[in-house]
């Protein structure tokens, strides 16, 4: 079992800046990717950006150039970097990992992001 602790969320107000960090209680070295989804009150869960152990992302359209996830093998730990906030940027923001010979991936448990007008 895999256990993924999200932190950072908060009010934040629009054009503001805010870091989510995800810890992961197994290894995020090798093989392995990690990623952020949200989702919104009324609408699924969608993609915010991926992150594989070699470093390679991936982000949604509407988060380009203001979001960047980024990982630190050391520390199995993912972060994402949130600038730039808008309105439609407030979600339950989940973090999300898996790893290559699992049949599953996991999830933590969701942090709150508020941005305000």
């Known amino acids: 079992q895999v256990r993924l602790e999200e932190s950072g969320g908060g009010l934040v107000q629009a054009g503001g800046s805010l870091r989510l960090s995800c810890a992961a209680s197994?290894?995020?070295?090798?093989?392995?990717?990690m990623g952020w989804y949200r989702q919104a009150p009324g609408k699924q869960r969608e993609l915010v950006a991926t992150?594989?152990?070699?470093?390679?992302?991936n982000y949604a359209d509407s988060v380009k150039g203001r979001f960047t996830i980024s990982r630190n093998n050391a520390r199995n730990t993912v972060y994402l970097q949130m600038n730039a906030l808008k309105l439609e940027d407030t979600a339950v923001y989940y973090c999300?990992?898996?790893?290559?010979?699992?049949?599953?991936?996991?999830w933590g448990q969701g942090t709150q992001v508020t941005v305000s007008s």
């Open positions: 999300n990992g898996w790893w290559r010979g699992t049949v599953r991936d996991y």
């Open positions: 992150i594989t152990s070699r470093f390679s992302t």
């Open positions: 197994r290894s995020i070295a090798s093989d392995n990717t």
